[in-house]
């Protein structure tokens, strides 16, 4: 009777000890997890058509209640380079920014707003991203170089975008790129890498 007691109690045991083994694997997997999305990768959604065709942002007008692209960035060992995608944070918008990088520090910026061709160092950039020419002056006079510690940005979607061509938004510290565009997450149909 004595051995039947300790046997049911043994396996009672090792059910306890086998519960606790599995409860703190998934704590340290969540903690692991929370950890990564918390110091290396972040997730944000598009908001406005500032990025159309690229990227679809939620509509800022009320009209539509459809959300916009959901993307995962990382500023993990991020040096910023042309063409990348960045999220940036400006004192003058209430959600963070997205825009395409055009030129890094020291690179001279030129547009022409009639033939609407953009220069970086005198080469006309192939833009096969955009969603319509750079027609739209802003307030910034050009040619500019781009400070140190700076980028230079626009909008995929240039007739709209609010970007470097503009004083409110002018050069952009290298210290307000929150990260570079990773990956689409969601619409699940369009995900992957956002060139």
Not at 67 to 78: H, K
Not at 169 to 180: A, E, F, P, Q, Y
């Amino acid at each position: 009777m004595s051995t039947e007691t300790d046997n049911k109690s043994l396996q009672k045991n090792d059910l306890w000890h086998e519960v606790y083994d599995w409860g703190e694997s998934i704590c340290i997997s969540l903690a692991i997890v929370m950890f990564i999305f918390s110091f290396c990768f972040q997730t944000v959604e598009v908001w406005g058509p500032s990025m159309e065709s690229t990227l679809h942002g939620r509509d800022t007008s009320g009209i539509s209640d459809e959300s916009g692209d959901r993307l995962l960035i990382s500023n993990l060992f991020y040096t910023p380079e042309y063409g990348d995608i960045v999220v940036i944070h400006t004192d003058m918008e209430e959600e963070a920014i997205i825009k395409r990088i055009i030129a890094t520090e020291g690179q001279e910026v030129d547009i022409d707003f009639l033939t609407g061709e953009v220069k970086v160092d005198g080469v006309v950039l192939d833009e096969p991203y955009i969603n319509n020419l750079t027609l739209d002056s802003g307030d910034v006079s050009f040619p500019v170089t781009v400070p140190d510690g700076c980028v230079f940005v626009l909008g995929d979607n240039r007739s709209v975008s609010l970007d470097s061509r503009y004083s409110d938004v002018g050069m952009v510290s290298i210290d307000d790129i929150l990260g570079r565009v990773v990956l689409r997450i969601y619409p699940l149909n369009q995900f992957g890498a956002v060139e």
